[in-house]
């Protein structure tokens, strides 16, 4: 599989290759968390969340890893796919009743 | 499909003219938020709303106002627009509880000349 440093703004991964996207968040006292995919020319579209009291949670070929030690967040896809070539953000909530804080986004392209 | 719809989803104007992007829901959500998306910044919050005539701002506001005189309507303006907010618009809303996962209509595109 293929990981990335912290920030990295792009990955390129073959098909059927494992991705990792991280992600670090900015407040220890956010509680949930969550990751969103956008593709060309669409508003972003939920993938998988996550609450402070978990440490990982898993969807259907994605996985979520929070490690609230480091504030950090990462998505796994496993045996990624031409259709997850988009961008990927993470997010998250400070607190009850305010908006998601967005981080900048990493592209992922999937080469056949 | 949560039912947001935005409008006008392409607008070309120049500078210093009025510019109003509409919001509209149809499932009664209390949530709704206006963000904009620019290359190398991601999703910035401009303003949400939390209910009929209670909105607040958030970490870019400046330059924009809004309006909620009713539940389904989320009106975002641009009292005279500039160049920089040429950008892309996306409203969203949360459809439950105080936490949790947004919706995202598909965006307006504004070009400022």
């Not at chain 1, 991964?13 to 006292?29: F, K, L, R, T």
């Not at chain 1, 969550?34 to 939920?46: D, L, T, V």
């Not at chain 1, 480091?70 to 908006?99: M, R």
Request: charged fraction near 20%.
């Amino acid at each position: 599989g293929e990981s990335v440093g912290l920030h990295l703004p792009t990955l390129s991964v073959q098909e059927g290759d494992n991705s990792i996207i991280n992600c670090a968040y900015s407040n220890s006292a956010s509680d949930y968390f969550i990751w969103y995919k956008q593709e060309s020319g669409k508003g972003p579209q939920f993938i998988i969340d996550i609450r402070s009291n978990m440490d990982k949670r898993q969807g259907q070929r994605v996985t979520v890893l929070l490690n609230k030690t480091v504030k950090h967040l990462s998505l796994q896809i496993a045996a990624t796919q031409p259709g997850d070539s988009a961008v990927y953000f993470c997010a998250e909530n400070k607190e009850a009743g305010t908006a998601l804080i967005f981080g900048k986004g990493t592209t992922l392209s999937v080469s056949s | 499909d949560a039912g947001i719809t935005q409008s006008p989803r392409h607008k070309v104007t120049e500078t210093g003219t009025p510019v109003t992007l509409r919001c509209h829901q149809t499932e009664n959500h209390r949530y709704m938020y206006w963000y904009r998306q620019d290359p190398g910044h991601g999703l910035r919050l401009i303003h949400y709303s939390y209910g009929v005539k209670d909105t607040d701002k958030g970490e870019v506001s400046d330059g924009y106002s809004v309006s909620r005189s009713k539940t389904e309507d989320f009106l975002l303006t641009l009292e005279s627009a500039t160049s920089s907010q040429t950008s892309v618009y996306f409203c969203a809303i949360r459809t439950s509880g105080d936490t949790g996962e947004l919706f995202f209509g598909e965006g307006s595109r504004l070009t400022v000349l």
